[in-house]
């Protein structure tokens, strides 16, 4: 299949979208890691009552959702100004990769966050990938979640808007309960 004219449209998703969400994370990880992935990105789109608002996104093409992703808030309980998000879960059908999908995803819902006044975003994944969006592992160093990450160079983050740092200038966060699984760090 080739998507050589990019995706039909970006929105946010329902959940009248989780069988077509779970569809795309079952064909883009392995079988291995797909139900945990897949389990994550089911939870986060059914807690649409969190405050601030967790954001999920859906990429269609000809009606068909073909990609997805999540940002949830984060939590710093010693800076209570402090407004960050974390990008996970992101896929793209595997017979829709490398068209650009996934990329598109990402910028829109950094566009999103950077229009609410969103701070910081961190995510867990492959720096190369993520680097072309400006997510860097300094500035995550000093950021600390409650999990040892299995990658520590795939621990990142990008500033979207000036935001103030703690005193020691380290963030202790607390994620979303649904990425609260070591599975996942």
């Known amino acids: 299949m080739s998507c050589q004219h990019g ?66 808030p984060v939590v710093d309980a010693n800076d209570v100004g402090f407004r960050g998000y ?24 950094l566009e999103q966050l950077t229009n609410v006044g969103v701070h910081a975003v961190f995510v867990y994944g492959d720096p190369g990938y993520y680097g072309r969006f400006g997510f860097r592992a300094d500035i995550a160093e000093n950021t600390k979640v409650d999990y040892e990450v299995k990658y520590p160079s795939g621990w990142q983050g990008l500033i979207l808007n000036d935001c103030h740092h703690t005193e020691t200038g380290t963030r202790n966060i607390s994620v979303h309960a649904a990425l609260c699984d070591e599975e996942l760090w």
Request: no cysteine; glycine share 4%; net charge negative.
């Open 7 to 72: 995706i039909d449209d970006l929105r946010e998703a329902t959940t009248q979208d989780i069988d077509a969400i779970e569809k795309v994370y079952k064909s883009a990880f392995p079988e291995e890691e797909s139900e945990s992935v897949t389990k994550l990105a089911v939870q986060l789109l059914k807690d649409n009552e969190t405050s601030p608002k967790i954001y999920s996104f859906v990429a269609l093409l000809k009606n068909t959702v073909v990609g997805h992703v999540s940002f949830s």
């Open 86 to 109: 974390i990008l996970a879960p992101l896929a793209v059908q595997s017979d829709y990769h490398k068209h650009g999908i996934g990329s598109k995803l990402v910028k829109h819902g």
